[in-house]
T-cell receptor, first 114, second 112 residues
Framework: DGGITQSPKYLFRKEGQNVTLSCEQN?????MYWYRQDPGQGLRLIYY???????QKGDIAEGYSVSREKKESFPLTVTSAQKNPTAFYLC?????????????FGEGSRLTVL | GEDVEQSLFLSVREGDSSVINCTYT??????LYWYKQEPGAGLQLLTY?????DMKQDQRLTVLLNKKDKHLSLRIADTQTGDSAIYFC????????????FGRGTSLIVHP
């Protein structure tokens, strides 16, 4: 079945460590997104990519980095520069040839910094 | 203020109707969406409405759009315990990159 796969589902890291969250999609979507979700704050856009080898900062990009070397993959690195990295991270994708803006989400990765 | 606003919680009794409300500020909204998030999972699109429509119905779901007041609502008829989730309102606007702006989400709690 087509969909978006995020891994790992749960991740613990010590302060000062970088960690990379994986996001893979087999929907043949051009656009991919990373959101951060905190309780009561909804979804905030970290980075997005509308085409391979190109990506744009979202509203809260500081302390994060991404790459888009393949259409199917959009990994997110949470660096040690991110002050409050504990959160639920959601990856999404969408078609680029439609203006409905419908996003397809993965199941999320919960990062806890100890 | 926020672009998309929702109340944080709604509690209803099983079998009653639920109405979740959302207000938005951008008059150039093109599409408005309702997404559902079950505990520990990602979001799933429930329904969306184009900005030139007033109402859309899909089985137990009814979406009402009041463009004058910039108000969107989602009515769930005969609410079941399986409807307990967080419901997000979102919008896309013309002239933008079609990336939705999300509200904070409304936690719907359905009790027997």
């Amino acid at each position: 079945d087509g969909g978006i796969t995020q891994s790992p589902k749960y991740l613990f890291r010590k302060e000062g460590q970088n960690v990379t969250l994986s996001c893979e999609q087999n929907l043949n979507h051009d656009a991919m997104y990373w959101y951060r979700q905190d309780p009561g704050q909804g979804l905030r856009l970290i980075y997005y990519s509308q085409i391979v080898n190109d990506f744009q900062k979202g509203d809260i990009a500081e302390g994060y980095s991404v790459s888009r070397e393949k259409k199917e993959s959009f990994p997110l690195t949470v660096t040690s520069a991110q002050k409050n990295p504990t959160a639920f991270y959601l990856c999404a994708s969408s078609r680029a040839d439609t203006n409905t803006g419908e996003l397809f989400f993965g199941e999320g990765s919960r990062l806890t910094v100890l | 203020g926020e672009d998309v606003e929702q109340s944080l919680f709604l509690s209803v009794r099983e079998g009653d109707s639920s109405v979740i409300n959302c207000t938005y500020t951008d008059s150039s909204s093109t599409y408005l969406y309702w997404y559902k998030q079950e505990p520990g999972a990602g979001l799933q699109l429930l329904t969306y409405i184009f900005s030139n429509m007033d109402m859309k119905q899909d089985q137990r779901l009814t979406v009402l759009l009041n463009k004058k007041d910039k108000h969107l609502s989602l009515r769930i008829a005969d609410t079941q315990t399986g409807d307990s989730a967080i419901y997000f309102c979102a919008e896309t606007t013309s002239g933008g990159s079609y990336i939705p702006t999300f509200g904070r989400g409304t936690s719907l709690i359905v009790h027997p």
